[in-house]
């Protein structure tokens, strides 16, 4: 990683953190509300981890619809008025 990017990015719990979106959650988003940044980390750390194979999962998922509607597209062209769009795929 060269210097500049070194300097733009947090190491937080082995995720690799937006410079001005780790400073922006410690120094404005947390202040006043009780919340250590070390406990706000741990958190969000742990939803990261527990939403990450979820995520994936969709994103296969919307892949998977998209090359259906991509397919459709290809056979039948674009439709000229919104009935055709009642037979796209499910």
Same mark, same amino acid.
Request: proline residues 3%.
């Given at each position: 990683?060269?210097?500049?990017?070194?300097?733009?990015? /947090?190491?937080?719990?082995? @995720? =690799?953190?937006?410079?001005?979106?780790?400073?922006?959650?410690? *120094? $404005?988003?947390?202040?006043?509300?009780?919340?250590?940044?070390?406990?706000?980390?741990?958190?969000?750390? /742990?939803?990261?981890?527990? @939403? =990450?194979?979820?995520?994936?999962?969709?994103?296969?998922?919307? *892949? $998977?619809?998209?090359?259906?509607?991509?397919?459709?597209?290809?056979?039948?062209?674009?439709?000229?008025?919104?009935?055709?769009?009642?037979?796209?795929?499910?």
């Amino acid at each position: 990683m060269n210097d500049a990017l070194r300097s733009s990015v /947090s190491d937080v719990a082995g @995720l =690799t953190i937006a410079r001005e979106f780790y400073d922006f959650i410690c *120094d $404005e988003a947390l202040l006043g509300t009780g919340i250590e940044n070390a406990i706000f980390w741990a958190n969000f750390l /742990s939803i990261i981890h527990d @939403l =990450t194979p979820k995520n994936r999962a969709l994103l296969v998922r919307r *892949d $998977e619809l998209q090359a259906k509607l991509d397919a459709w597209y290809r056979e039948h062209g674009a439709p000229v008025d919104i009935a055709g769009h009642e037979n796209l795929p499910a």
